[in-house]
């Protein structure tokens, strides 16, 4: 995977910005990052605009925005796995914890196989309530679509899981998926240890085969 192409757009005032600019100019220089493109918006305030932007340091790695600052480490990091699978899943992930579903959604309708990157929150047992309801809210908006049933292996598997939880959600979501692909994957949630994977599994059978 090359190395992800940065945007900086910082201010002259701003007390933070020169140690982010620094900081990606060495890892622009170790090759961590392959092109680094700074902008003043004190000179060029229609770019903050166009983007959105209202405070500074603010940085785009790939597809992946940071607000705010950011150590040399963490930059690195993010840069690493800025477009790839794991990257994205922590960036949602982050993302959702901050409340910033909107913007998690705008990017998943704009390119939708980047709802393969919501599974790993799925299947993360310390994910926190509300990220975990995000995440069932970016899976139901892909209800019956070829999208969503892309993913039933990954979700079969996850169904399979050793959290009762994380059975649970990965049944619903099979269900949604609105495939018979999904059917054999059900059926064997249905004698499930826990009750509520059983109930969850059943319904979604039902869903899944109107009137069995």
């Not at 229609?46 to 963490?74: F, M, Y």
Request: aromatic residues 4%.
């Amino acid at each position: 995977m090359s190395a992800p192409d940065a945007l900086l757009l910082l201010s002259t005032h701003c007390p933070h910005c020169p140690a982010v600019l620094a900081a990606l100019v060495d890892l622009l220089k170790q090759g961590t990052i392959g092109r680094l493109e700074a902008v003043n918006l004190e000179q060029r305030p229609e770019v903050g605009q166009a983007l959105g932007v209202r405070s500074v340091p603010w940085l785009r790695l790939g597809r992946i925005e940071l607000a705010g600052v950011r150590s040399k480490a963490e930059l690195a990091e993010w840069a690493t796995k800025a477009d790839s699978e794991t990257g994205m899943a922590d960036y949602f992930h982050m993302l959702l914890k901050e409340g910033q579903l909107p913007k998690v959604q705008a990017m998943i309708d704009a390119e939708p196989a980047l709802l393969a990157a919501v599974l790993p929150i799925v299947g993360n047992v310390d994910a926190s309530l509300n990220v975990r309801l995000g995440a069932g809210v970016l899976f139901e908006a892909f209800a019956g679509t070829r999208t969503l049933a892309a993913l039933i292996p990954q979700l079969g598997a996850l169904s399979q899981h050793a959290d009762a939880r994380i059975r649970a959600d990965a049944c619903h979501y099979l269900g949604l998926a609105g495939d018979a692909a999904a059917q054999s994957w059900l059926e064997t949630r249905l004698t499930d240890d826990d009750v509520d994977v059983r109930e969850i599994a059943a319904e979604s059978l039902e869903n899944l085969l109107p009137g069995r």
